[in-house]
């Protein structure tokens, strides 16, 4: 099993939202389709929303969430990018 690096871009109105996440797969192809059943349910308030591009839409096309990137990467790499990400180095 690889790791991969799933980014998932978010759109609300004019506000844009990165998340980042860590899939285990077979391949590239089994890491998309855990992605995209992931995204089917991003959203708690529309039960049914509508297939886009690499993603889908909820409530009416108001907010859109979809994969921006899939890419090889390691544990290590995930966890540093996190740290780097979510430590306030204050000097």
Known sequence: ????????TEKED?????HHYLV???DMKEARKVAQEFIRHFC????????????FAFCNRAITVHIADIK????EDF?????????????
Do not use: C, N, Q
């Not at 099993?1 to 998932?8: A, G, L, N, R, S």
């Not at 708690?44 to 993603?55: Q, R, S, V």
């Open 72 to 75: 090889e990467t390691t544990r």
């Open 79 to 91: 966890k540093e990018f996190l740290l780097k990400t979510h430590t306030i180095d204050w000097k």
């Open 1 to 8: 099993m690889t790791d991969y690096w799933v980014k998932i």
């Open 24 to 26: 285990t797969a077979s």
């Open 44 to 55: 708690d308030e529309d039960d049914e929303p509508e297939t886009i591009a690499d993603g």
């Open 14 to 18: 004019e506000e844009v939202r990165r």
